[in-house]
């Protein structure tokens, strides 16, 4: 069995909305393309290696289209790495709708959510997310995923589509490798699922030492 891998750029306050243009997603938010500051080697060196592996993406409608717009296109340069390898692998679409997909490899997912992503993951050792703020949040509820990377930025917008957003369910995760911090201030986390729910506790109870006389 595959895994099915989130990979999210977010601010401080988990806004993971249009990080890289604004032309991403132009309607009513003012902060579109707020990632390009910040962007660094060493962070540009975490990305190209939590890529390594993937077999398959798996995308919404939106950024499916913005993908399909751009990745195609890109051929040698700065790119050409990560253009290679999405041009080559399966791109899988989660829309409620008939969209148009005239990027090579591409397949909308049946109506089924749950069972379209268990078939992937089936079928695929490293299924990528990428984006995808709505399906990630749907893939969140319903624990549909092994592993978050999420790059944490220095910046707080106070606006936009969260990471977690309302209706997100109570999950337990656990870090698969120490924080990496690049020379911008960014914060590479990498999170797997974890079983249960998280436990709650008493901060004043004798084995914590709170509250007592020492």
């Not at 902060?31 to 995308?59: I, K, M, R, S």
């Not at 490293?126 to 995808?132: A, E, I, N």
């Not at 960014?186 to 914590?208: E, F, K, N, W």
Request: hydrophobic share 40%; proline share 8%; aromatic share 8%.
């Amino acid at each position: 069995m595959g895994l099915i891998e989130i990979e999210l750029f977010a601010t401080l306050d988990l806004v993971g909305q249009a990080p890289g243009g604004p032309e991403e997603d132009p309607a009513g938010f003012p902060f579109g393309g707020w990632q390009a500051p910040l962007l660094d080697e060493a962070t540009g060196a975490q990305v190209g290696a939590a890529y390594e592996g993937t077999d398959a993406l798996l995308l919404g409608r939106r950024t499916y289209d913005i993908f399909a717009a751009y990745w195609p296109h890109q051929k040698g340069g700065e790119d050409g790495g990560i253009a290679t390898l999405f041009n080559s692998v399966p791109k899988y679409v989660a829309s409620r709708g008939r969209p148009d997909l005239p990027w090579a490899g591409s397949t909308q997912l049946g109506p089924d959510l749950a069972d379209a992503v268990r078939e992937i993951r089936e079928r695929h050792e490293h299924v990528k997310v990428v984006g995808s703020l709505d399906l990630v949040q749907s893939l969140l509820r319903e624990k549909l995923f092994d592993r978050l990377d999420l790059w944490v930025h220095p910046i707080v917008l106070g606006v936009g589509k969260k990471v977690f957003a309302d209706g997100a369910v109570p999950t337990n995760l656990t870090l698969l490798t120490p924080p990496a911090a690049g020379p911008k201030g960014t914060v590479y986390l990498r999170y797997g699922l974890a079983d249960g729910i998280p436990a709650t506790g008493d901060m004043s109870a004798p084995d914590r030492g709170v509250g007592s006389d020492a």
